[in-house]
């Protein structure tokens, strides 16, 4: 069930759009949820296609189209590594290949402590600032280095958001 927070944000949501519209809501309603609880289950799918009178399908398709939402637990900050053509040209493969090394994990897994996790996602659109990766999808941190990176992990550990 979506909690009463969920439902205010997508009601606010919903006064955008004509009232036969209300599925142009959906991105925003499982970023409300992920927003929430750090990820979007199944369960939630069906809560969201309940509140907007859509298919539990064509909620899923949405959530498993775009790259920004964690069908699972992703941990506390999910670092998100752009792997698209222009991104590896500049050094995106040796950006996961580092933060595997420094985190323990791969691509997709969760550190055990559950602070990071790491997924790889298709072009963020900025290409010019190549390498990059998105913190929990909000902070876009560019031309990444192992010294940058190390900044930005060691910001995290510390409450600082990773933001640049």
């Known amino acids: 069930m979506l909690s009463d927070q969920v439902q205010e944000k997508i009601n606010r949501e919903l006064k955008k759009y004509p009232a036969d519209q209300k599925q142009s809501a959906v991105m925003s309603a499982l970023r409300f949820v992920q927003d ?3 990820w979007i289950s199944p369960d939630d799918m069906t809560d969201v296609a309940a509140c907007l009178g859509m298919a539990e399908m064509a909620v899923y398709e949405v959530a498993t189209f775009y ?3 964690n069908l699972k637990p992703m941990g506390r900050h999910t670092l998100t590594v752009c792997t698209n053509l222009s991104c590896t040209l500049c050094g995106a493969l040796d950006t996961v290949k580092y933060l595997e090394e420094k985190l323990g994990i791969g691509i997709g897994e969760v550190t055990p402590d559950g602070k ?3 997924r790889e996602a298709e ?3 900025a290409c010019v600032e190549a390498p990059l990766l998105t913190v929990n999808n909000k902070h876009l941190c560019s031309r ?3 010294a940058i990176i ?3 992990l060691a910001g995290l550990d510390s409450g600082v ?3 640049k």
């Open 36 to 38: 929430e609880k750090g």
């Open 144 to 146: 990444l280095t192992p």
């Open 150 to 152: 190390d900044q930005i």
């Open 116 to 118: 990071f996790g790491l």
């Open 67 to 69: 790259h920004m939402y």
């Open 161 to 163: 958001t990773g933001e």
């Open 123 to 125: 072009c963020m659109g």
